[in-house]
């Protein structure tokens, strides 16, 4: 059973960057085929797609946040991170760390394991 967690600040400066890394457990993140994604949800909004990095190590961001995010990993620990820069309210959501099972070009799909969800607020 693949489990994955999120962790991370629940509050963060405006202007400063969120950081939120999602631990793996029950499969190894370099498993052909799986993309590990994060995906978030602001108060009152539907879901966000932002990023995803393969099996591979390659990453893809959304356009919209393109200039501020950054997803690495680190396979020793089977941990994936979110880092997004000169946050503001709007960055205000949960974030979840998300497995899926397919890449189109512009998102991935098939979503089977999320993560159970981590509440990131900025403010000062």
């Known amino acids: 059973q693949v489990q994955l967690q999120e962790s991370g600040p629940g509050l963060v400066n405006p202007s400063q960057t969120l950081s939120l890394t999602c631990t793996v457990s029950?499969?190894?993140?370099?498993?052909?085929?799986?993309?590990w994604s994060w995906i978030r949800q602001p108060p009152g909004k539907g879901l966000e797609w932002m990023g995803v990095i393969a099996y591979t190590g390659n990453t893809a961001y959304s356009p919209s946040l393109k200039s501020r995010i950054s997803i690495s990993w680190d396979t020793s620990k089977n941990q994936f991170t979110l880092q997004l820069s000169s946050v503001t309210t709007e960055d205000t959501a949960v974030y979840y760390c998300?497995?899926?099972?397919?890449?189109?070009?512009?998102?991935?799909?098939?979503?089977?394991?999320w993560g159970q969800g981590t509440q990131v607020t900025v403010s000062s």
């Open positions: 998300v497995r899926g099972t397919g890449w189109n070009g512009m998102w991935t799909y098939g979503m089977d394991y």
């Open positions: 029950g499969g190894s993140i370099t498993t052909p085929h799986y993309y």
